[in-house]
């Protein structure tokens, strides 16, 4: 069977109209169409909020990482005053990018002419530009693009009207209060590009029904189905649960935490916050991806993690967090080889989607918001 030749955003709007007691996977076409794609960047990352880290990985004057966000070029810096600050990566002279990578400036200089700006983003200085009459360096500073920190999460956005994170995310923070996800130190931080579209490792990540046949070589043996408890998302963000296996200690409330009792002293959430931060929350570590579109068929991953500072004083944490990276990198080779697999399937003329396990319900909740999104900047 050959799969539809619909319009994608028409084919997404038919998927989406069914219950999700009847749902199926999303149109292969909303994966693989570059007419897709070119929606999804105008009317979800143009405008939503998107995660470039922790703030604790910015800790200094000069600190900075760089991204690019539906085309843009931005620059996230701590500056002079400690104010985390989002500019264009963009020079304002012949328009080179400014920044790469990650990394520690005294200033901003740019590699094709030297022009070099402040950590505010005003020019400090242009070599050989006092002949030209009309250059006035007060003239310069590289445009601001909207910052926000919410629990030790750093966002930007290119819409100056998007609401505020922490009154969309309201909700998160109720429920995780007892983590105390502002004391997490970020201990490692990676990026990769892997050949997938976004939407397939974004999706790999909201379900656990594939923990114990992708990762039979790893942590399969300790993902129980029945324990998986995924309920109805939310306008910004879905999530589901899991409880974790008391010998990873790591991954259990440290002693010291007094806030959280019961079952909630091994739950894991994990949560996938719209569009595209995925975080794995346990009471001792996280871990995240933060994924941005290169095309449809790659996609760009922001890697990172640590640890609860309720452990930062036990004398074996470094060891046991060492391990847990080890295997964090073998569950990404597991990841990688799924999810590549199902792009490569998916772009076959025979793909067809089938029907929606009651494990992938943020599955479901993730297209109804894709669908939400692109109807409402279409008609805006």
């Given at each position: 069977m050959a799969k539809d030749h619909l319009d994608p955003v028409d084919a997404l709007r038919q998927n989406t109209a069914q219950p999700f007691e009847r749902a199926q996977a999303m149109p292969p076409s909303v994966y693989t169409s570059e007419a897709f794609l070119a929606q999804e960047l105008e009317h979800i990352f143009s405008k939503d909020w998107f995660c470039v880290g922790r703030a604790d990985a910015l800790a200094n004057p000069g600190d900075y990482t760089t991204c690019e966000l539906a085309g843009q070029p931005i620059a996230v810096i701590r500056d002079r005053d400690g104010n985390l600050r989002a500019l264009s990566n963009v020079c304002l002279h012949r328009m080179s990018t400014l920044l790469e990578g990650s990394g520690n400036t005294r200033a901003i200089v740019c590699p094709y002419h030297a022009w070099t700006y402040n950590l505010d983003g005003s020019l400090r200085g242009a070599p050989a530009m006092t002949l030209n009459e009309g250059f006035c360096k007060d003239q310069y500073k590289l445009p601001q693009v909207k910052?926000?920190?919410?629990?030790?999460?750093?966002?930007?956005?290119?819409?100056?009207?998007?609401?505020?994170v922490a009154e969309q995310l309201k909700q998160v923070e109720e429920m995780v209060s007892g983590y105390g996800m502002t004391n997490y130190t970020e201990t490692f931080f990676e990026e990769h590009v892997w050949d997938t579209n976004w939407k397939v490792l974004a999706e790999n990540f909201m379900e656990s029904y594939h923990l114990p046949v992708c990762h039979a070589g790893t942590i399969g043996g300790l993902s129980k189905l029945e324990d998986m408890i995924c309920p109805p998302g939310l306008p910004a963000f879905n999530y589901h649960t899991i409880l974790k296996e008391e010998s990873l200690r790591i991954a259990m409330a440290h002693p010291d935490n007094d806030r959280l009792t019961g079952e909630e002293r091994r739950t894991t959430y994990l949560l996938a916050?719209?569009?595209?931060?995925?975080?794995?929350?346990?009471?001792?570590?996280f871990w995240y991806l933060s994924l941005h579109p290169k095309g449809p068929g790659q996609v760009h991953i922001r890697f990172g993690g640590g640890m609860s500072n309720d452990f930062a004083n036990d004398p074996d944490i470094e060891q046991n967090f060492s391990d847990l990276k080890a295997l964090l990198d073998e569950v990404n080779i597991e990841d990688r080889g799924c999810t590549e697999k199902v792009f490569v399937g998916l772009s076959s003329e025979r793909a067809v989607a089938g029907h929606l396990s009651h494990l992938e319900r943020p599955n479901y909740d993730f297209a109804q918001y894709l669908m939400a999104k692109i109807e409402?900047?279409?008609?805006g």
């Open positions: 910052c926000q920190e919410w629990l030790g999460w750093v966002f930007v956005t290119l819409n100056m009207d998007a609401p505020d916050i719209y569009p595209s931060l995925l975080i794995t929350l346990t009471p001792g570590y409402a900047g279409q008609a």
